[in-house]
């Protein structure tokens, strides 16, 4: 065949019609989506480096226990002394942005998917496209149409990162027992009292899976998002590509290779039982409190 089909032309000129008819909208979006990131970037900023790391280790200790609190306080003492606590900030700031995005879009359309047969044969062609395009390719529209900065590189990631809160809230609800459903339907529970009551804390710890999945991909996206100024990061890291510096590669590298297990293991904790550490330390706390 000597001719092909150009879908590349197609899209641009999809594009080029959204910028011409719906720059006003597009820039209403951006702003808000820029205003709520400076917000989050803000509350992260504010504090001194040290009450932030404490945080971290108390939800470590809390969560998982002594030995992961020691590496939460050695991994965060290792960035601030490398230099790179502010740019590990913005990157935290960018990932809470877009996560926070993620699942109050995702979680919903997941419950909704879970209720309808219908939704749910929809939307699934649609999340396999956004999590098997290549990331790199969400940041070119999203420049031409919200501009440089970390608007594009936020709502690119959060393409990218949604599809499995959607996926794993729609597979929490759809697997909690019958039994359990019909329990609560027999003592009088409605439809909302019912997702509320019955299925959604049933379905938690498939949720807080999701949650943990779309933190981790939402934190390597904001990354490749510095390519269009997000900042963060992975301005470092695509610095040391540009310049050749395995020592700048290797040190904001292992800035996000840290942070991304920091936050893997805390997210991930509140989806499983806890741990005897855990326990002793709530223990702990219960007796101080009855004191």
Sequence with gaps: MSEKLDLGSWVNDLVQHLLENYSGAFEQIGGLVGGFSELIEHLLMWPPSWVLIAIFIGLGLWRIG?????FTAA???????????????V???????????????GVPLGIWAAKSERVAYVIRPVLDFMQTMPAFVYLI?????????????????????MPPA????????????KEIVEAGQSFGCNGWQ??????????????????????MMALSMVIIASMVGAGGLGNDVLASIQRLDIGLGFESGMAVVLLAIILDRITESFGTPQTTSRRRFAWLTARLQRQ
């Design 194 to 215: 019912l997702l509320f009551k019955v299925q959604l804390p049933n379905a938690m710890p498939s949720i807080m899976a999701g949650v943990n999945q779309t933190i």
């Design 141 to 161: 529209p999203a420049a031409m149409l919200f501009g440089l900065g970390r608007v594009p590189g936020i709502i690119a990631t959060v393409i990218f990162a």
């Design 66 to 70: 002594v030995r992961f609190a020691a």
């Design 75 to 89: 991994s965060l003492a290792l960035i601030v002394l490398t230099g790179f606590w502010e740019q590990t900030v």
């Design 91 to 105: 990157t935290l700031g960018l990932t809470f942005s877009a996560t926070l995005i993620s699942l109050l879009l």
């Design 166 to 177: 959607v996926r794993l809230t729609s597979l929490g609800i759809r697997q909690v027992n």
